[in-house]
């Protein structure tokens, strides 16, 4: 069996607290129960949704559009999959010694326009993994507003917005993100606590079944 490593696109499963002290928290045991299970199995666990089905869809598409919006000149997207001792990652783009991710919001309403902080801790997290393992110190979380595929459009709930026509400056929001050390230990003490109740499980199923027959 593989040693336990978090994805980087995950981490931010294992990282909340769990409300009793000295445990994992239900995400993180979630995860690493599913982790567990892709390895019995063999089989891995697929999500999908229609708002990730945008993000692969227009991923090019918004690689080249802040390319040329943010003066970056040409890009292509980073192909190459980084590993250490705790983390997996294949971030988006790494551009003159800084990781780029890039998130496609499904509509204006749900671009954070006006936030100051990153919204969504996970997608902290997703980076300060990122830098560790490409060993930077700088990040940037890019949101872009891309028209939404009619192929994954549900015809009686979500409207065919267009933003062609609208500035730049409205459909691009940027958050800089610095390496902290601090978190990055973190993120690999939450990783080994994850080793240890996959320990705890595999014990209890190799435990003799209590079924009589």
């Not at 390319?67 to 990652?89: H, I, P, Q, R």
């Not at 003159?96 to 990153?118: A, Y």
Request: hydrophobic share 30%.
């Amino acid at each position: 069996m593989e040693v336990f490593k978090v994805r980087s696109s995950m981490s931010g499963e294992i990282m909340p607290n769990s409300r009793k002290k000295g445990e994992l928290s239900k995400s993180a045991k979630t995860y690493a129960e599913t982790w567990l299970k892709e390895q019995i199995y063999g089989y891995k666990h697929e999500v999908s949704s229609k708002y990730m089905e945008k993000g692969i869809e227009v991923e090019d598409e918004s690689i080249d559009y802040i390319a040329e919006e943010l003066g970056y000149g040409f890009l292509s997207k980073n192909t190459m999959s980084y590993e250490n001792d705790f983390l997996t990652g294949t971030p988006d783009l790494i551009v003159d010694g800084v990781v780029i991710d890039i998130k496609n919001s499904w509509s204006h309403w749900t671009l954070p326009l006006f936030d100051t902080e990153i919204p969504n801790k996970g997608y902290y997290y997703q980076l300060q993994c990122y830098m560790a393992l490409c060993n930077l110190d700088k990040a940037k979380l890019i949101y872009t507003l891309m028209d939404t595929p009619t192929d994954i459009l549900n015809a009686w709930t979500d409207v065919p917005y267009s933003y062609e026509d609208i500035e730049s400056k409205y459909r691009i929001k940027v958050f800089d993100v610095e390496r902290s050390d601090e978190d990055i230990d973190k993120i690999y003490e939450r990783v080994a606590e994850c080793r240890e109740y996959i320990k705890t499980l595999n014990s209890k199923l190799n435990e003799p079944s209590s079924i009589k027959f």
